[in-house]
C-alpha cells in the first residue's frame, strides 16, 4: 500500500526553520525603534533638518503599515519562502544604501525601500508557523514569536546607543547586512518552499484601494500632531486625509464582497468568530499596549533626564521578562488554551499599569519603576503568544498569508492610533498641569524673569520638553531657571503620564472582555489530519 504523504511534516526540523525565519523578523522590528535614538546624529551627521529625520523615522512605519495585507496575499499566491527571501534581499540592500547614504533624501528613500522589505517578510513568519508546525504546537511557536515581538523593540535603543557610541551612526544600517545574507543563505538550504496551493493571480484593485486607505489612516495618524491637526497643505486637513483613507478601505471592504475570483482579502475569515474576534481585541490591545513603552521612554529621558542608552537598559529587564514569560505562556497556551493566558496577561498588564502610576514620581529612580515593569515584563509575555494563537486558530492555512497580513495591519492601526490618543492625551494634560507648576515655581524667580518663565514652561508642552532659558541672562540666574523649569515640568509630566496610564490600562481591560467572545480551547492530544501536506504543499520555487 503506497504511504499516505498527507501525515509527512513539511519539514522534519520546524524550530530551525522558525528560528532563520526570526532573525529577519527581528531585524524588521528592531529597525523600526532603532534609529529613534539617532536622532541628533544624523541631524548633525548628514545636515537634515528636524523634520526631515522624523521622515526617515515614519517613513519605515508607514510603508511597513500600509503593504502587510498586500504582502501577506502575495505569501499565498507565491510561497512564504519565496516572499521572506525578496523581503530579506530587499531589506538587506536597504541597510546598506542608508548606510551609505550622503543626503537626507538619499536617508529617506533608502528607509522607504527598508520599510518595503521589512513588510514583505513579516507576514511569512506567522503563515510559516501555521504551514510547519501542527496546533498543539503552535502556542510554543507563537510565545518564540511573541518574545521577538516584546523583545525588539526595547533592546533597539541599548543597541542603536551602543554602536553610536562605539561605531558611527552608518554602522546601525550595516549591521544588518551579514546578518542579512546569512539569513537568506540558511533559509535556502534549510526553510521548505512553502505553498498554499492557491493559482497565481492578485487582485489589484484591491491591492490599490487597500494600500490607498490604510496609507490614508496611517500618514494622518502618524502626522496629524505634527500639523496641529489642521491643514496640511491647500484644502487638504488631517481630517480629510483620514475620512478619505476609511472611505477607501469602506471601497476596499465592497470590492472585496463583490470579488468572484481571489480576492486580496477573503471575507470568508471573518466568518470565523475567533478571527474577527482576535482582530478587535488586537486592535484595541495594541491602543493600550503602545502608551506603556511610548510615555514611560518620554517620562525617563524628558522628566528624569536619563540618555537613550540608559532608558533603554532601565526598560531592558522587563524586554527579557517578556521574552520569558513569551516562551511559557506559549506553552500554557497549548495545554489550557490561549484565550485565558490571554485575559490573565491583559489584566496583569493593566495592574502593572497601577503600581506605575503610584510609584512614578518627579523624582524617582529606576528602583521606584522595578515592581511595576517587573509586573508589566511578565504580563506582557502572556498576551503576544496566546492572542496570535486565538486569532488564527480557525484559519483555513490555505489563507494564512491573508489572515496574517490583515491581523498585522489591524495592530499596527491600533499601535498608531494609539500613539497619537495618548500623545494628544499626554499634550493636553501636560499643558494643564504645567501651568500650575510654573506658577508655583515662578515665585521663585527674580520679577523680571517671572513671566518669561511661565511662558517657556507652558510652551514645553507640545514639545515634550522642560524650558530653555532665555539668552543674557546671569549664570546664577541660567541655572535657577534651568533648575525650576525642570521641576515644574517632571512635576507637570507626572500629573499628565498618570492620566495617559490610566487611559491604557483602560483599554487593556476592555481587550480583556472581549476575550470572552473566543471560543473555548480543543485540546490536541496528537498531531490533527491537516496540519502538514494538507496546511502547505511544498514545491520547488
Known amino acids: 500500500m503506497p504511504e499516505d504523504k498527507s501525515t509527512e511534516p513539511v519539514t522534519q526540523r520546524p524550530w530551525l526553520v522558525l528560528g532563520i525565519l526570526c532573525i529577519g523578523f527581528f531585524m524588521s522590528l528592531l529597525d523600526g525603534t532603532i534609529v529613534n535614538i539617532a536622532v541628533p546624529t544624523l541631524i548633525h551627521g548628514i545636515d537634515a533638518s528636524y523634520d526631515q529625520v ?16 498586500s504582502t501577506g496575499r502575495l505569501g499565498d499566491i507565491f510561497g512564504y519562502r519565496r516572499l521572506f527571501l525578496i523581503g530579506i534581499s530587499v531589506f538587506t540592500v536597504a541597510s546598506a544604501l542608508c548606510g551609505l547614504a550622503g543626503s537626507p533624501a538619499q536617508l529617506l528613500a533608502a528607509r522607504v525601500l527598508q520599510g518595503l522589505g521589512g513588510a514583505l517578510l513579516f507576514p511569512q513568519v506567522i503563515s510559516s508557523i501555521l504551514a510547519i508546525f501542527p496546533p498543539h504546537q503552535r502556542g510554543r511557536a507563537f510565545g518564540v514569536f511573541g518574545a521577538i515581538a516584546g523583545f525588539a523593540p526595547i533592546v533597539g535603543p541599548v543597541v542603536g546607543g551602543f554602536i553610536l557610541a562605539h561605531l ?17 543563505v540558511l533559509t535556502l538550504l534549510h526553510a521548505p518552499a512553502m505553498r498554499s496551493g492557491r493559482t497565481h493571480r492578485l487582485d489589484l484593485t484591491g491591492v490599490a484601494l487597500a494600500t490607498a486607505g490604510v496609507a490614508g489612516i496611517v500618514f494622518g495618524l502618524i502626522e496629524g500632531e505634527r500639523y496641529d491637526w489642521g491643514t496640511v497643505t491647500g484644502p487638504i486637513s488631517i481630517t480629510s486625509i483620514i475620512v478619505a483613507g476609511s472611505v477607501l478601505l469602506g471601497l476596499f471592504v465592497v470590492w472585496q464582497h463583490l470579488q468572484r475570483g481571489e480576492p486580496l482579502m477573503p471575507l470568508s475569515l471573518f466568518t470565523g468568530r475567533d478571527f474577527a474576534v482576535g482582530n478587535w481585541v488586537g486592535f484595541v490591545f495594541q491602543l493600550g499596549m503602545i502608551g506603556i513603552a511610548f ?21 531592558l529587564p522587563n524586554a527579557v521578562l517578556t521574552a520569558i514569560g513569551s516562551a511559557y505562556a506559549g506553552r500554557l497556551s497549548d495545554k489550557i488554551g490561549g484565550k485565558y493566558v490571554l485575559m490573565a496577561g491583559m489584566t496583569l498588564l493593566a495592574a502593572g499599569l497601577l503600581v506605575l502610576v503610584l510609584m512614578a514620581g518627579p523624582r524617582s529612580s529606576a528602583w521606584h519603576l522595578l515592581p511595576g515593569l517587573i509586573i508589566i515584563g511578565l504580563a506582557s509575555g502572556a498576551t503576544f503568544a496566546p492572542l496570535q494563537q486565538c486569532t488564527m486558530a480557525g484559519v483555513d492555512p ?11 495591519t489591524t495592530r ?65 540666574n541660567t541655572a535657577l531657571f534651568e533648575r525650576l523649569g525642570q521641576e515644574a515640568f517632571a512635576a507637570g509630566f507626572v500629573d499628565a503620564m498618570q492620566t495617559a496610564l490610566l487611559a491604557s490600562a483602560a483599554a487593556l481591560v476592555v481587550a480583556t472582555l472581549f476575550c470572552f ?12 489530519p491537516g496540519t502538514t501536506q494538507e496546511s502547505a504543499t511544498t514545491a520547488q520555487d
Open 168 to 184: 558611527g551612526w552608518r554602522w546601525i544600517f550595516f549591521i544588518n547586512v551579514p546578518i542579512g545574507v546569512i539569513t537568506a
Open 54 to 69: 522624523l521622515w526617515v523615522i515614519d517613513a519605515y512605519m508607514l510603508v511597513f503599515s500600509v503593504l502587510l495585507i
Open 295 to 315: 510615555v514611560l521612554v518620554l517620562y525617563l529621558q524628558t522628566a528624569r533626564g536619563y540618555s537613550p542608552l540608559q532608558t533603554g537598559l532601565v526598560l
Open 412 to 476: 499596527q492601526i491600533g499601535g498608531v492610533l494609539g500613539t497619537a490618543v495618548l500623545g494628544a492625551v499626554l499634550s493636553a494634560g501636560l499643558g494643564s498641569a504645567l501651568r500650575d507648576e510654573a506658577a508655583k515655581q515662578a515665585g521663585r524667580l527674580p520679577a523680571h524673569l517671572r513671566t518669561q518663565f511661565i511662558e517657556n514652561t507652558t510652551s514645553g508642552a507640545h514639545r515634550f520638553s522642560p524650558p530653555t532659558p532665555p539668552d543674557g541672562l546671569t549664570p546664577t
Open 398 to 408: 490555505r489563507l494564512a498569508g491573508a489572515a496574517s497580513g490583515v491581523s498585522s
Open 517 to 528: 467572545f473566543f471560543t473555548p480551547h480543543r485540546k490536541h492530544d496528537t498531531p490533527l
